[in-house]
Every structure is written in C-alpha cells, then in structure tokens.
C-alpha cells in the first residue's frame, strides 16, 4: 500500500532527534503498549505482517504525528475490534463486558522473554529451485499493491544485482491476508546512481526481495 | 543475522525504511530516532549527512552501502577496530563498542587514555 510509512528518499522530515541511549521507553504508558502488543501477537491471531499492515493503513496525519508505540496502540485497537477480542464499548470503558472469545490464549509473563527472543522465524522448507543466483542482473517490478508489500517504492523498476540467496521464506505481501506462500528471498544491492542519480551520498543500497518482487534482466536491453 | 563488516574504505549502516525492524535480541529495543521519519526517509539518500549528525565524518572517499531492513534478516555492522586497541581483550572492547556503531551511524572512537589524551 502507497502510504506515508513508506517514507525511503522523503526529504522534508528536518534533523534527527537523538535520544538518550539510556532510555528505553519514555513515557510509562509506552512500556505497557510494547509489552500489550507482543503478549496480543502471541494469541496467534494475526501475524507480524497483518500486523503492519494495519499500521501502515493507518490515515497519514495519525501516522505521522503519532509516536511510534501510540502507532503500535492504535494498530492493535483495530486488530483487537475487527477481530471481536474486544468491543469498542470495552474499549471506551475499559471494562470486560464478557468472556474472551473461546480457545484464544496469549501466552503469560513468564513465556514472554524467551519468545522475543525467539523473534519471528520467517524460513520455510525449499520446495523447487530459485530462479535467480548470485551475480545476476534483476529488475523490481512496478507495483503498486493495495495491500501490504515490503518492497517500497523508492526500489521499484530498478536494476540490482543478486548479492545473497537466503532460502525460502514467508511471503509478506500475501502472509498479511492469507496463508504464508512462501517465495525464494534474495539480497539485491543497486547502486546508488541507479535509484537516485547524482543526488545521493550512499554508493549502494541493499534490500531483500522476495522472488516475485524480481524479473530478469534482458542483457540486450543493457547495451544502450 | 547478517554481520556487515566495515573496512577503511566501506562503511555500512542499516535502516528499515518501512517500519522498525532492528534485531532485538542482540541490540534491545531501538532507539526513538531508529523508528522516526527523518531517519528513515534520510538515511537511504544521504547517509553522509545523517552520520554528520552523529558527530560522525567519513573521510569523502568511503562508500557508504545503506542496507534497508526490510525482510525478518536482522542486520548488525561489525566496526572498524580503533586504532590504539591492538592486543585488547574481548572484555576490553566490549566496553568500547557502541550501538550506534552496530546500527552503523558512527565509528568506535579511540580509547581515551588516563590522562585524557585520545590515542592516534
């Protein structure tokens, strides 16, 4: 989806607030958002890619005014709602107007630590062989889903070259509204130049492309 | 985990352009301007600038390879041992090491020595 979060080459955002590397959560009420956000996401529920699906849908001025947890906090009302965990009455009231739904279990404090750290394994079995390898010249393609994708949109048509191979794993862009679909992923680095020309101090970027984000390059294309 | 290793003439730094991603069980949680607009929008067109503003200047011949983090492969750069701390334990650097120099927005200074003079 074409929205504000995705905000790669935007330039109007001013200096970078640096805060105190001491610091962890700066409000009380963010500890308790962090920690709501990874215990719901344990429920099993939705998974981390519907999850940013509906941060990134999230109307532009909320997005962008909001701190980071409170985009968090917002996303997971909405979750919590359109899921029936939770009524808009419970929500105002915050009162529990009845049972949870049957069957659904977050998992307790004490699970919590070890699960971060576990983080949310994306590899999946190798069913067929990658079509790209190490070396090769790829393009991204031009698209401009409605849903979720990870390929922003500073990267698209533009030409890489495949730096890494890293398996298969769970494919974002159909993972947030349906079942995993897992693609080959690759690192494609491109140059500089190629995404911004003259006007930037990186000599590459490199982004992760799942296989459906690519198309092979025509070397006779590359000739004029 | 991919470990990006800096060299005297690449240097990396890792940013995630969409949202946050940022390897927690290594690093903690991510600072406040990890996740903000002029990080992210910035940092992918001109992270000679966004170092600058962590006190950080490159010498103009350094690449800078901007690494988006926008798949579950946690990022961390690997810095440039500083100079002065030849033969110093694991410990020894461990106290060194920044985060901000695993997040890749500035380099490992040298060590300060007890009379306040910075090896060179």
């Known amino acids: 989806m074409n929205n504000v979060h ?13 805060d105190d590397p001491s610091v962890v959560f700066h409000e009380k009420w963010e500890r308790k958002a962090f920690a709501l956000s990874v215990a719901i996401n344990t429920a099993g529920l939705w998974n981390i890619d519907g999850s940013r699906a509906v941060r990134e849908s ?3 001025l909320q997005y962008l005014s909001n701190s980071y947890y409170q985009i968090w906090l917002d996303a997971l009302q909405k979750q919590l709602i359109s899921t029936g965990m939770v009524t808009q009455q419970e929500l105002s009231t915050g009162k529990a107007q009845g049972p949870g739904l049957p069957g659904v279990k977050a998992l307790g404090v004490e699970q919590l630590p070890a699960a971060l750290m576990r983080g949310w394994p994306s590899a999946r079995a190798t069913d067929h062989g990658a079509r790209f390898q190490i070396g090769q010249q790829v393009r991204t393609i031009e ?37 995993d679909d897992p693609q080959w992923l690759y690192t494609v680095e491109f140059t500089g130049c190629e995404i911004w020309g003259a006007d930037t101090s990186a000599s590459s970027i490199s982004l992760n492309c799942w296989e459906p984000y690519l198309k092979a390059v025509e070397l006779a294309n590359d000739t004029n | 985990m991919v470990v990006l290793q800096n060299t005297p003439t690449v240097h990396n730094v890792v940013v995630c352009t969409l949202c946050s991603c940022y390897p927690w069980p290594v690093l903690g949680l991510p600072p406040v301007w990890y996740k903000s607009a002029p990080y992210r929008s910035r940092v992918v067109i001109d992270p000679r600038s966004v170092l600058a503003e962590f006190g950080c200047e490159l010498a103009p011949d350094v690449q800078i390879k901007v690494w988006d983090s926008n798949s579950e492969l946690r990022y961390l750069v690997l810095p440039m041992q500083p100079e002065g701390t030849e033969g110093w334990s694991e410990d020894e650097l461990a106290a060194l090491v920044t985060r901000d120099a695993m997040i890749g927005t500035n380099v490992v200074p040298p060590p300060v020595t007890a009379d306040g003079v910075k090896h060179e």
Request: charged share 15%; with cysteine; net charge positive.
């Open chain 1, 6 to 18: 995705d905000m790669g080459g935007m330039q109007g955002y001013g200096p970078i607030e640096i």
């Open chain 1, 143 to 179: 698209a401009h889903p409605k849903t979720h994708t990870r390929l922003p949109a500073y990267c698209r048509d533009k030409v890489g070259v495949i730096t890494n191979v890293h398996g298969m794993h769970v494919f974002p862009d159909k993972s947030a509204i349906g079942p």
């Open chain 1, 58 to 60: 999230l109307p532009p």
